[in-house]
């Protein structure tokens, strides 16, 4: 590993100063940049640790409503806080699948979803339910909706000098319910093959108000199934209505084959994963 410097900011300020020198790269849990750097396919000159820095490790509820989870906690914080499993937990179940245990204890959210690859597990969830990130830079702080980060395996939107910060999830609404699956050849620490998220809000009468789907894995990059959510708008949550669902979403996949798996098949997983999202979210909502 070539020699670098190393700086652990305290405050967004100290981070945008920091990140605007050439060959910066921020580390949050480390677990992609460190074998990156070992293995010489990414040329560091220093690295910024986030994990001195209050707004990108905390998972808090804002004044606003919505959660806020910041860019370097881990995925297992994520995944045991309780606000986290009560309301998002589509979040939750999608934390407890990024590699083992002890990846979990140092890989976060934010990497996950910086390291932009298409089969990113806590990535379908986050969009699901409407995530944003914010994201500084030396003019300060904007937020864009999650999905817009993306640009293509490993590639994001952020601006040179910029950093994802938080990610920002809105107020939980009544009667919703999330959930996320994945299909992968071995039981544990794969990569999806295919995999959904799904949110959910049913009205008294049962009828979906609101519907947001989610794929990875059948993509350049993480991407919503607009089919599938206009196939569940304005109806009641049947089993007619979730097969209907599901081979919509079978059409908004754009997948390739490789080694892992044919481009049928990713669709066909795509299909029978939203049906089982689906009727988990339902199961939830009927329960509560």
Do not use: W
Request: with cysteine; aromatic share 4%; charged share 25%.
């Amino acid at each position: 590993m070539d020699v670098f410097d190393y700086q652990r900011p305290t405050t967004l300020s100290e981070l945008t100063g920091l990140i605007a020198r050439e060959g910066a790269r921020v580390l949050a849990g480390g677990t992609d940049l460190i074998p990156q750097m070992r293995e010489g396919r990414r040329k560091v000159e220093t690295v910024i640790d986030l994990k001195r820095i209050g707004e990108c490790i905390g998972i808090e509820a804002l004044a606003d409503g919505r959660m806020a989870i910041g860019a370097a906690a881990s995925a297992t914080a994520v995944a045991r806080d309780a606000r986290i499993r009560r309301d998002y937990p589509g979040i939750a179940a999608a934390a407890l699948l990024i590699g083992s245990y002890q990846v979990q204890n140092r890989a976060s959210l934010g990497g996950n979803i910086c390291n932009a690859a298409p089969s990113a597990d806590a990535v379908p969830p986050l969009i699901a339910h409407g995530a944003r990130a914010e994201i500084a830079g030396s003019a300060g702080l904007r937020e864009i909706p999650l999905e817009e980060i993306f640009a293509g395996p490993g590639r994001t939107h952020l601006a040179p000098g910029e950093v994802l910060t938080r990610i920002l999830l809105p107020p939980v609404a009544v009667r919703s319910a999330s959930h996320y699956l994945r299909f992968t050849p071995r039981r544990e620490m794969d990569i999806a093959i295919a995999g959904v998220g799904g949110f959910i809000v049913l009205d008294e009468a049962g009828a979906v108000t609101q519907a947001r789907i989610a794929l990875a894995s059948v993509a350049p990059k993480p991407i919503r199934a607009p089919s599938a959510e206009a196939a569940l708008i304005g109806a009641s949550l049947d089993d007619a209505t979730i097969h209907a669902a599901g081979e919509a979403a079978r059409g908004d996949a754009s997948p390739i084959s490789d080694t892992r798996g044919s481009a049928d098949y990713r669709r066909e997983l795509v299909a029978v994963l939203t049906r089982r999202v689906l009727t988990h979210c339902r199961q939830l909502i009927d329960q509560a």
